[in-house]
């Protein structure tokens, strides 16, 4: 993994990233779509690093061992919760990150975590055969970005070839999973082709990619103890697992639920055509198809040995509210999605160069179908009433016009841009009376509108001061609209909708950093930026409520306002490279999205709400060398310490003042990684590679005490290992495992226990 570095160069053709320290420009291995000047922390992983080093299955995996950051992957393919954390932003916030692909925005934000509907970014758009390089920039430190910045900026640098190329790959997970009342093993195909040329003035590049998943149980039916009754009626049971939940009360697990088999068909093409030397035209089209099947496993017996899904249950001498559609819910679900880009970027290095740039997202078809609750399994899976969610209408897109200028002197390099973001979400959902599984949308029973625009001036300007000082100087200025805001409940109009006023608003935004080279081999760096992160369609206007989970939204929320800084001192000791540095964040009218369950409903609630003010310090190392102590040894590190906790907050979770002091959830005190890695000659190459996580909470008064359990969070510490063997020029093959010890850990859903990998690929 590369050194973090201050500039990136707009073209560069080396086969690996230069680690040196500079105040200028650091080379990659592509262009990035990153500012001309970083003003702060980078981190880099190469197309080399991942094929040696990283059992990847999807995109996201590419960041499993930078610093700081943890993408809450549940399986592969997960394609609804897998929320990207970084230093001082936990996986319940995935619109405090902005992940792009060749710039081209895959970070959701009609919505903030994983409520009633579910926005992580969308991986899926990028495999991790095509990509080239990943950057990532920490903090709101850049004024060309969002205040969805405030966690990181990660941009996905893709394959685009200079000669002609083809690749294919397959590979094979299988995952043991042993958890309650579920002993079995989930495995994972892949098959991936990819072909690409240039001749003349156009270069071209099509990657196709299926995916089919089983993955493990990720909730479970349950009951509380204490919400036992003497029996009056019900049929006895065997098979309940007793054992304490996250707030250390037992309770029973009943079954397993949301199972997802999943099969997944991606295709991307790119096109790039030199129009003159110093033009260049540019195409991104991508296609992520989704269907999965959402199913559930009772643990229950009855004196017959048949499996029991409905009706009122007892258990150990105390009966319990029945079993319903609500308790194994099955799901089927069919998503089309469509990702496209179109730039014209002037490439001539002199006083002025631009670019103009439009991309869109579309949920070109988006259908949930779930089991009502009075339709319980196993007759669920055949037919019955039920729901369908249609999102069909949803999506976003951008424009941008962004410019360099560069002055007679070569003293300051200016980016500038104004830019456009536009987001609509539309969900219906109706009922189904006949068959669920097949039939027309019946009659309303939710619908869900609502759009934000946002209109950005941003400038920065980056001013060599002298040989070793430069300052990086820019504000952001933002208009921000949010409109058409409606919820429907109900087709006869009773409850009435839910007509919610247009709002608008300015923020300005700015930014600040200072390096100085003091020798060679150490630079020091100060950066500060104020990031505005702005309420979300979803959470302003998106109430739901479904068979198994209610959504509260909040139409009079704040924005989220975060003032960051940190400190940093870069330096290099031979082979060995080391970074420290000192951050801190302080956020008012935080947004925050919090799931909590319901005994009474026996349903998921969340509701979204503000903050009044969060503050987090930390410290984050990093240590880097190849080649160290003998030729093909190559070693990584990074270790994070955070102190992050609420400081004020006029809202509560279930008494006044109950959030206030406590840790802001889903952030560990400590994290840390570690991999070495070694070329044992040209043929064969292995790495181990141990990650950790500390104690951290889900809830914001941190009344999850038992991080060990179903919608707990708990430590981790597992191994990964990977060895790689190059059979020839065009064959290689890998092997790896994936929680080599066997941890068994949970962020709300139980994390994958030991998984062994197999690969094989060809390259031309």
């Not at 499993?64 to 394609?79: A, E, H, N, T």
């Not at 496209?340 to 290095?349: M, P």
């Amino acid at each position: 993994m590369s050194a973090t570095a201050v500039m990136a160069c707009d073209d560069c053709s080396d086969d690996r990233p230069v680690q040196k320290l500079a105040l200028v420009r650091v080379q990659g291995a592509a262009p990035s779509s990153l500012p001309t000047n970083i003003p702060t922390t980078r981190e880099s992983v190469t197309r080399q690093d991942i094929e040696r080093t990283i059992n990847a299955t999807d995109a996201e995996d590419a960041l499993k061992y930078l610093p700081s950051l943890l993408v809450r992957k549940r399986y592969i393919g997960d394609y609804n919760h897998a929320i990207l954390s970084s230093r001082a932003s936990g996986t319940g916030n995935s619109a405090r990150s902005a992940v792009y692909a060749d710039g081209i925005l895959l970070s959701n934000y009609l919505g903030n975590g994983v409520g009633g509907l579910s926005f992580p970014p969308r991986w899926g758009l990028v495999t991790p055969e095509e990509i080239e390089r990943v950057d990532v920039m920490y903090g709101p430190f850049s004024a060309a970005y969002p205040g969805n910045s405030v966690g990181a900026v990660v941009d996905y640098v893709t394959r685009m070839p200079t000669r002609f190329e083809a690749h294919a790959k397959l590979g094979y997970v299988s995952q043991p999973f042993d958890l309650y009342g579920t002993n079995s093993t989930y495995r994972a195909t892949q098959a991936s082709a990819s072909v690409g040329d240039r001749s003349g003035d156009l270069a071209w590049w099509v990657n196709v990619n299926r995916t089919d998943s089983d993955g493990q149980p990720l909730t479970f039916a349950n009951r509380l103890v204490s919400t036992g009754v003497a029996p009056t009626k019900g049929t006895p049971v065997a098979g309940a697992v007793l054992l304490p939940n996250s707030n250390g009360q037992p309770w029973y697990m009943l079954g397993a639920v949301t199972r997802y088999s999943t099969t997944q068909d991606h295709l991307k093409i790119k096109l790039a055509y030199d129009l003159s030397p110093t033009l260049r035209a540019s195409y991104t089209g991508g296609a992520w198809r989704n269907e999965s099947e959402g199913n559930s496993q009772s643990y229950l017996w009855d004196a017959s040995g048949a499996a029991v899904y409905a009706g009122p249950i007892v258990i150990d001498g105390k009966q319990f509210a029945p079993l319903t559609g609500a308790d194994f819910v099955a799901t089927r679900e069919q998503l089309v999605h469509v990702m496209q880009g179109v730039s014209l970027k002037s490439r001539t290095g002199g006083a002025w160069d631009w670019e103009a740039a439009a991309s869109t997202y579309d949920y070109r078809r988006d259908k949930k179908r779930q089991n009502a609750a009075g339709n319980p399994l196993p007759g669920a899976l055949t037919g019955g009433a039920g729901t369908l969610a249609d999102g069909g209408d949803t999506g976003w897109s951008t424009l941008a016009l962004k410019g360099i200028w560069r002055p007679a002197g070569g003293m300051h390099v200016v980016d500038m841009g104004v830019q456009q973001d536009s987001y609509e979400l539309a969900y219906l959902t109706s009922s189904i009376t006949g068959n669920y599984l097949a039939d027309a949308p019946g009659a309303l029973v939710a619908s869900v509108q609502g759009k934000t625009r946002t209109q950005v001036f941003y400038v920065q300007d980056a001013w060599l001061l002298a040989a070793e000082w430069r300052a990086v100087l820019g504000a952001r200025t933002e208009r921000w609209q949010a409109y058409g805001g409606r919820t429907d409940f109900s087709a006869t109009g009773t409850p009435p909708p839910s007509i919610y006023a247009a709002r608008s608003a300015g923020f300005i935004s700015p930014k600040a950093a200072l390096s100085w080279q003091g020798t060679p081999d150490t630079v020091l760096k100060a950066s500060i930026g104020r990031a505005v992160r702005l309420p979300t369609v979803s959470e302003l206007y998106g109430a739901t409520s479904t068979t198994n989970s209610r959504y509260i939204n909040d139409p009079s929320l704040k924005p989220e306002k975060s003032w960051t800084g940190e400190l940093s001192a870069e330096t290099s000791w031979g082979e060995i490279q080391t970074r420290l540095t000192a951050f801190a964040e302080s956020t008012r009218d935080a947004l925050y999205s919090q799931t909590l369950f319901d005994a009474v409903a026996n349903n998921n609630i969340t509701r979204v709400q503000n903050i009044d003010r969060i503050g987090t310090r930390g410290l984050e190392a990093t240590l880097a060398a190849n080649d160290w102590l003998l030729k093909g040894l190559d070693l990584s590190a990074s270790a994070t310490y955070a102190d992050s906790k609420i400081k004020a907050n006029k809202g509560f979770v279930a008494v006044s003042g109950d959030t206030v002091g406590k840790w802001q959830p889903n952030i560990p005190r400590w994290r840390a990684t570690a991999m070495v890695g070694y070329r044992f000659d040209e043929q064969w190459s292995g790495s181990l590679a141990v990650r950790h996580s500390g104690r951290q909470y889900r809830t914001l008064n941190n009344t999850d005490v038992n991080g060990y359990a179903y919608m707990g969070v708990s430590r981790y510490t597992t191994a990964d290992l990977r060895v790689v063997w190059k059979i020839d020029r065009q064959w290689s093959g890998a092997f790896g495992v994936d929680n080599l010890n066997n941890d068994k850990y949970w962020n709300f859903h139980p994390y994958p226990q030991r998984s062994y990998l197999a690969e094989l690929k060809f390259d031309l």
